[in-house]
């Protein structure tokens, strides 16, 4: 581990050669006291993890790092800020491949050309539910190379034909645009948050499937609500709120 002396767009930042996950040891030092805002990037993980405890391959060269963070909100408006770190990873994207269209996939996927090249996974505890303890944002963000034997098409900056920039660049970058966003979001709001969201979101009034618990509804994606609960519209008329699940294409 790097000295954690070391900052990244005025954050303090751990840096680890390889670790176990970057998620989990922002809940480690979480439960040992230490406050946040905190960065920790690896440059390879060895139980990386997505959404539902998937597998998250963590190659060297892509970047790997979670911000921890104990918020002075309500936990319903923390969930809020998988939107704002969703345009701060999608920022970086869209910096580093420019030619790509670059979109953003309800809850928290990030698509080039169509195909995810990068996920946001949010971790936290409370102590009675309605303060949250600590939050862990994690990003993974395909740099150098994108996984295999994924149920969603995936890239990478480099698949992409561009050249990818080294991960603590990349972070660099991604610091700088998480602190954008989320300055708007504790001034102003979700509005603006939720606004400039559905202005890069990816199948917008198409089609789409939903997958809730163990049933997939079909319907048309019609946006989000206040609270970043999807909208879709089922074929019957009926509007259905979705505030947990997967979509497909």
Known sequence: MTDSSARVQSIPLRHFVEIDSTNEEARRLALAGVGGPLWLVADRQTKGRGR???NWQSPE??????????PARPTAQCAQLS????????????HCAPRAEVKVKWPNDILAD???????LLESASKDGAQLDWLAIGFGINLASPPWDTEFPATSIAGLGEKPPVPLVALDSLAASWSKWYEVWFERGFEPIRDAWLARAARLGAGIRARVADIEVVGMFEGID????????????????????????
């Open 61 to 70: 060269g892509n970047l790997a790092a979670t911000l921890l963070l104990r």
């Open 226 to 249: 206040a609270d970043g609960a999807l909208n879709l519209r089922e074929s019957t008329g009926r509007m259905r709120r979705i505030s947990a699940g997967e979509v497909f294409f």
């Open 52 to 54: 539902r405890g998937r």
């Open 83 to 94: 939107f704002v770190a969703a345009l701060g990873a999608s920022d970086v994207v869209g």
């Open 114 to 120: 169509e195909k995810k090249i990068a996920g946001i």
